[in-house]
């Protein structure tokens, strides 16, 4: 079985400032773990992924993410916000294949203020 | 870049009511599910299709669900006879090898 907990229902920083969105990950098999954003009515939008590869992923928009193996966490971090980063974001994780289902955390709501 | 593309956008239907949810996946994919997502709890999986057939689903997608790709084009959710609590948002998904999704940007379902 495999979850996924997002520390952080809500984020708030300001422009310009480092973003740190917390996710910690329970998996069986070495897991494939995802970050995904989502925009006001917009779709699910892939932003990095984890794959077995280089521990320190980077991402779109400028956004990175580090596979933690003893701390079982895989936290997206950003070195300066930007207003059009405010949106909701889920990290995931799958199976070892890959080829199994998503399990999605609640998501971190992430608010920018000028 | 190729999107996944559903429609409505958003659906309004009676409870007791048919209702198919409509999804056109990227056209070389191979891999099709369906997400939902209840207003405040998380993104949970339904069914993933591969091949013609239904390759894994989860407790939620009971008899009341199913899914068909009718054509070569689109892959449809049908839920029989809506309950309250289907209300929420559903999103398709498509994968060429089963490893990374693009997702479409989903169908509010509201059931009255």
């Known amino acids: 079985a495999q979850s996924v907990t997002q520390l952080d229902s809500h984020v708030s920083v300001s422009e310009g400032t480092p973003v740190l969105l917390r996710c910690n990950y329970s998996?069986?098999?070495?897991?494939?773990l995802f970050w995904y954003v989502q925009h006001p009515n917009k779709g699910l939008q892939l932003l990095l992924k984890?794959?077995?590869?280089?521990?320190l992923v980077k991402g779109i928009n400028g956004f990175e993410a580090e596979f933690k193996k003893s701390e079982t966490s895989f936290h997206l971090t950003k070195p300066s916000a930007h207003m059009s980063d405010a949106a909701e974001y889920f990290c995931?994780?799958?199976?070892?294949?890959?080829?199994?289902?998503?399990?999605f955390g609640k998501g971190t709501m992430l608010l920018v203020s000028p | 870049e190729p999107e996944v593309t559903q429609t409505p956008s958003h659906q309004v239907t009676q409870m007791g009511q048919e209702v198919i949810l409509r999804c056109v996946p990227i056209?070389?994919?191979?891999?099709f599910y369906w997400y939902r997502q209840i207003l405040g709890q998380k993104v949970e999986f339904l069914v993933s299709?591969?091949?013609?057939?239904?390759?894994?689903k989860s407790e939620i997608f009971d008899d009341q669900f199913s899914v068909e790709r009718p054509d070569g084009s689109n892959f449809t959710l049908k839920i029989r006879s809506t309950k309250l609590e289907d209300s929420a948002m559903y999103f398709c998904?498509?994968?060429?090898?089963?490893?990374?999704?693009?997702f479409g940007s989903g169908t509010r379902l509201t059931v009255v």
């Open positions: 998904a498509s994968s060429v090898s089963g490893v990374g999704y693009t």
């Open positions: 998996s069986s098999y070495s897991p494939s």
């Open positions: 984890y794959t077995s590869a280089a521990t």
């Open positions: 995931v994780v799958s199976g070892s294949s890959g080829y199994s289902t998503l399990t």
């Open positions: 056209s070389n994919h191979l891999y």
């Open positions: 299709f591969y091949n013609n057939e239904i390759s894994e």
